[in-house]
């Protein structure tokens, strides 16, 4: 695995490790608008990324199917959200400003369970990474490598708020700051995992990338949908969730098409 390559793998994590530290410049607990603000700004990077990073890719990469290039992307998308369905019913979790748990029962303590609920839509994130990079490497593919690392960037940025949303919480909660930047920072290790994992299988099988393009664009559009957007929408004023959302996407858009 070459230097670039490792770059672009850590970069997102250190983007959630930077905004976890936020725990130790920020006195009193995140602001409800302040929060929404976040989740709406991620919540438009990953669904721009989806689209121009994962979605066009891989309609690209089929082309020579003529009128059906749209198959491989349209069947990777599905199993990608069945797939965080899937997740979603079985790891144990719990949403921020939820109180009851999803996936299956566990005695685990409500802090590891908010970590696992970040974790979960961490996943995806290292996915598509890890594809892009794939792509790259496999040189038959009109990824290049400032696309990949474009998106590496990109998912960093959303990693940032994301890693405060975990860690803030927690030291509200009574935390000290080191635990809940430790867990704050945790949360994001699967990414890189995701990243390496998804890389080795994309080796492996080189026809199936346009598919685990596609699969990784409909896993994050599920964490999209059934989380972030509804966290985003919570309580009074949450426009300020829409606007943040449409910055993060024309951001994410932009980084893509001038740089990609």
Same mark, same amino acid.
């Given at each position: 695995m070459?230097?670039?390559?490792? &770059?672009?793998?850590?970069?997102?994590y250190i983007?959630?490790t930077?905004? +976890?530290a936020?725990v130790?410049?920020?006195?009193d607990?995140?602001?409800?608008?302040l929060?929404?603000s976040?989740?709406?700004?991620?919540a438009?990077?990953?669904?721009?990324?989806?689209?121009w990073?994962l979605?066009?890719?891989?309609i690209?990469?089929s082309e020579h199917?003529?009128?059906?290039?749209?198959?491989?992307?349209?069947a990777?998308?599905?199993i990608g959200?069945?797939?965080?369905?899937?997740?979603?019913s079985?790891i144990?979790?719990?949403?921020?400003h939820s109180d009851?748990?999803e996936g299956?029962?566990?005695?685990?303590q409500?802090?590891?369970m908010?970590v696992?609920?970040v974790t979960?839509?961490?996943?995806?994130?290292?996915?598509a990474v890890g594809?892009?990079?794939?792509?790259?490497?496999?040189?038959s593919?009109?990824?290049t490598l400032?696309?990949?690392l474009?998106?590496?960037v990109?998912?960093?940025?959303?990693n940032?708020?994301?890693g405060?949303?975990?860690?803030?919480?927690?030291?509200a &909660?009574?935390?000290?700051?080191?635990?809940?930047?430790?867990?704050?920072?945790?949360?994001?290790?699967?990414?890189?995992?995701a990243?390496?994992?998804?890389m080795?299988?994309?080796?492996?099988?080189?026809p199936a990338l346009?598919?685990l393009?596609?699969f990784?664009?409909?896993?994050?559009?599920y964490?999209?949908? &059934?989380?972030?957007?509804?966290?985003?929408?919570?309580?009074?004023?949450?426009n300020?969730g829409?606007?943040m959302?449409?910055?993060?996407f024309t951001?994410?858009?932009?980084?893509?098409? +001038?740089?990609g």
């Open positions: 070459n230097l670039d390559v490792i &770059e672009g793998l850590t970069i997102p983007g959630t930077l905004g +976890a936020c130790f410049l920020m006195k607990k995140m602001g409800k608008r929060e929404r976040l989740t709406g700004f991620a438009g990077i990953m669904v721009a990324a989806s689209i990073s979605m066009i890719p891989a690209d990469e199917m003529g009128k059906f290039a749209f198959v491989p992307a349209f990777g998308f599905w959200i069945l797939f965080l369905l899937l997740l979603d079985i144990p979790h719990l949403h921020m009851k748990a299956l029962k566990s005695n685990f409500k802090t590891t908010m696992l609920a979960l839509h961490n996943i995806p994130e290292g996915m594809v892009v990079y794939a792509g790259w490497i496999s040189k593919t009109d990824i400032t696309g990949a474009v998106l590496s990109g998912i960093a940025i959303q940032f708020p994301e405060a949303i975990i860690s803030m919480p927690l030291k &909660e009574g935390n000290k700051k080191s635990r809940a930047f430790l867990y704050g920072m945790l949360s994001g290790i699967v990414e890189p995992i990243a390496a994992l998804t080795v299988a994309s080796g492996l099988i080189v346009p598919y393009l596609s990784a664009a409909g896993a994050m559009m964490v999209v949908v &059934e989380e972030l957007i509804p966290e985003m929408s919570q309580g009074e004023h949450s300020i829409t606007v959302f449409a910055f993060g951001l994410m858009m932009a980084l893509d098409v +001038a740089l």
